[in-house]
Every structure is written in structure tokens, then in C-alpha cells.
């Protein structure tokens, strides 16, 4: 079980980037999924974080500019960020909790993509 993220590069402040994450292997069922950021010599924090009901959280520094949605049957998650600025400058991380079946076996574990850097310049 892996997730998989794409979408970060260079852009320019006010501008827009969008993230996708895609979870793979044998998966059973992807409970929360979420985005998280890093920023180099800081903790890595949550971005937005969304449920399997399609309940939603953001931080304060990204509401109203960032949006997050899944779509289930892909099993996948994407992190819309507009109105960019340099302090989103960031590795970004999707995360996700993934219930895996086996017979007599059902598993759940968490699971971190690999990591995509979005950069914001002035």
C-alpha cells in the first residue's frame, strides 16, 4: 500500500498549483486523508485534512485559499492552493489512513506520499 503525490513546482506569488495523491496496493477502504507541510528548519504541519464523510478541516494560514477533495473511487486526494504566497513555500505530504483485508485479517495503517516541494516566489 503506497500513496503516490504529484503536482508541486515554482510559481509565483497570487498564483495557483494543485496537488494530487493517489493511494495504491490492496486497499480495502481509505479512511481521512489530508495534506501536510514542512518548511525547512520547521515541524511539519497539517494543511488541510479531509473524512471519509467528506468532512473538512483547514489551518487558519490556509483557509479560504486552499481547497481539498477526494474522489473515493480513485482513491484519491487533491489540494487546490490559490492566491499562493511565499510563506506556503513547503514540502508538501499527503497522508492517509488505509483499511487493508485479508481473510481473518483487517489491517489499518498510515500511510505518507513521498513528498512533493511547492515553492513561492516574490
Known amino acids: 500500500v503506497q500513496l503516490q503525490a504529484s503536482g508541486g513546482g515554482l510559481v509565483q506569488a497570487g498564483g495557483s498549483l494543485r496537488l494530487s495523491c493517489a493511494a495504491s496496493g490492496n486497499i480495502f477502504r481509505v479512511n481521512d486523508m489530508g495534506w501536510y507541510r514542512q518548511a525547512p528548519g520547521k515541524q511539519r504541519d497539517l494543511v488541510a485534512h479531509?473524512?471519509?464523510?467528506?468532512?473538512?478541516e483547514y489551518s487558519d494560514a490556509t483557509k479560504g485559499r486552499f481547497t481539498i477533495s477526494r474522489d473515493s473511487v480513485k482513491n484519491t486526494v487533491y489540494l487546490q492552493m490559490n492566491s499562493l504566497k511565499p510563506e506556503d513555500t513547503a514540502v508538501y505530504y499527503c497522508?492517509?489512513?488505509?483499511?487493508?483485508?485479508?481473510?481473518?485479517?483487517?489491517?489499518?495503517?498510515?500511510?505518507w506520499g513521498q513528498g512533493t516541494q511547492v515553492t513561492v516566489s516574490s
Open positions: 479531509i473524512t471519509s464523510q467528506g468532512l473538512i
Open positions: 497522508h492517509a489512513e488505509i483499511v487493508t483485508r485479508r481473510p481473518g485479517i483487517t489491517s489499518t495503517r498510515h500511510r
